[in-house]
Every structure is written in structure tokens, then in C-alpha cells.
């Protein structure tokens, strides 16, 4: 079956600029994360879905980041007045409810110039 | 604060030799433990997991991890390796209240020359 898919798969913009990450997760999953991996580290988990409860968007690094998520399907995030800081490899994952393996899209490689 | 060290950034490796990656969680409640692979240019594909039960957890590609709850780690091994085992592995803890969100380690880049 189709995995979970990101678009696009390559971004750059401007600094300044606006940009929206989008995520379609495996049908049926209803917990859906994002996590951002920048150059020669690990993943820093960002924002995660699950259901209708209240997202968790503890690991958002400022204001300037947001996600929405629609129903149980599509999720987008959305940076605001991008820095150069935020070059990085945006992944999203998702999951069934109450099971711990997610599973990763390949992500999208955001570069800001 | 749950927190992951990976003890190695870079591990080479001769083909056939066997290997070992470190991993190290900082946890106060239980966790679940996983290792994660990365390909160059993929993206990850989980390599095994332990929850519950045996602390030998035995994952795909021949790879197996112990889980050490006196030493707190959790680190993946293979006895021999094959060229294609080239990749970036993640070491990550989930603890169960906190609604399945992963914490990664920094990665170890394993790289197996011939």
C-alpha cells in the first residue's frame, strides 16, 4: 500500500519568505508527526496530531512555526518569515492509534537563501 | 527529560567484521526503545524495537539490540556486516505518556569498506 508521502520534495526560498510542508499520512493512521532534521544531526520531533485531541506542539522552536492537520488526513506546516536557521530536512511520520511504530515519509529538503 | 546520546558519530567497519553502535537513554518512567536506518539519500525504515519481554530484540538485515536497564542503553549489533549496511542509524525513546513523540540520538554514520 502507498506510503506516507511529503511534497515537495525540494524547496528553496528567499529569507523572508513563507513556506508550506505538506504531508499526506498512510490511510487509517490517525497520529501524524513532524520532525525536522538539519545538516549532520538527529531529528528534533516539532508537532504531533492525534485525533481530535489537542495537538502537542511542544517542540515548535518559535512562533514563527505552525501546523494544521485536517480531520485525520492531510497535515501542512507552515513557516513564516524564513531564516536561514531553518534549512533543514522536514519529516513527517505517522502511526495507528495507541501503537508506537511510525512510519517516515522521505521528507522535504527546505533551503533558505 | 528523556534524552538520547549516540556514544559514536562515525564507526568504520571492514566487510564481514562484526559491529556495534551505542545508544544511551536518560529516562525517570519506562520507555520503548528503537533504531531507526537511514540510506543515503532514503528515508528511515525502522530496524527493530523493544517494548516489553525479552531484552534481546532481534530486528531485519540480521541486526539484534539488548536492552540494559541497569545501564540504561539499548545498543544494536550485527556480527557481520555486508557493504550495504552503509548507512545513518538513529538510536530513539518514546515514553509512554507522552503520546508516542520519538527522541532521536545524533545518529552514527556506519560506514563497511571492502
Known amino acids: 500500500g502507498a506510503g506516507v508521502s511529503q511534497s515537495p520534495s525540494n524547496k528553496v526560498t528567499e529569507k523572508g519568505k513563507d513556506v508550506e510542508l505538506r504531508c499526506d499520512p498512510i490511510s487509517g493512521h490517525t497520529a501524524l508527526y513532524w520532525y525536522r532534521q538539519r545538516l549532520g544531526q538527529g531529528l528534533e520531533f516539532l508537532i504531533y496530531?492525534?485525533?481530535?485531541?489537542?495537538?502537542?506542539k511542544s517542540g515548535l522552536p518559535s512562533d514563527r512555526f505552525s501546523a494544521e492537520r485536517t480531520g485525520e488526513s492531510v497535515s501542512t506546516l507552515t513557516i513564516q518569515r524564513t531564516q536561514q536557521e531553518d534549512s533543514a530536512v522536514y519529516l513527517c511520520?505517522?502511526?495507528?492509534?495507541?501503537?508506537?511504530?511510525?512510519?517516515f515519509g522521505p521528507g522535504t529538503r527546505l533551503t533558505v537563501t | 527529560a528523556q534524552s538520547v546520546t549516540q556514544l559514536d558519530s562515525q564507526v568504520p567497519v571492514f566487510e564481514e567484521a562484526p559491529v556495534e553502535l551505542r545508544c544511551n537513554y536518560s529516562s525517570s518512567v519506562s520507555v520503548y526503545l528503537f533504531w531507526y536506518v537511514q540510506y543515503p539519500n532514503q528515508g528511515l525504515q525502522l530496524l527493530l524495537k523493544y517494548l516489553s519481554g525479552s531484552t534481546l530484540v532481534k530486528g531485519i538485515n540480521g541486526f539484534e539490540a539488548e536492552f540494559n536497564k541497569s545501564q540504561t542503553s539499548f545498543h544494536l549489533r550485527k556480527p557481520s556486516v555486508h557493504i550495504s549496511d552503509t548507512a545513518e542509524y538513529f538510536c530513539?525513546?518514546?515514553?509512554?505518556?507522552?503520546?508516542?513523540?520519538?527522541?532521536f540520538g545524533q545518529g552514527t554514520e556506519l560506514s563497511v569498506k571492502p
Open positions: 496530531f492525534q485525533g481530535n485531541s489537542a495537538p502537542d
Open positions: 511520520a505517522s502511526s495507528l492509534e495507541r501503537t508506537v511504530e511510525q512510519y
Open positions: 530513539a525513546v518514546s515514553e509512554g505518556n507522552q503520546g508516542g513523540k520519538l527522541i
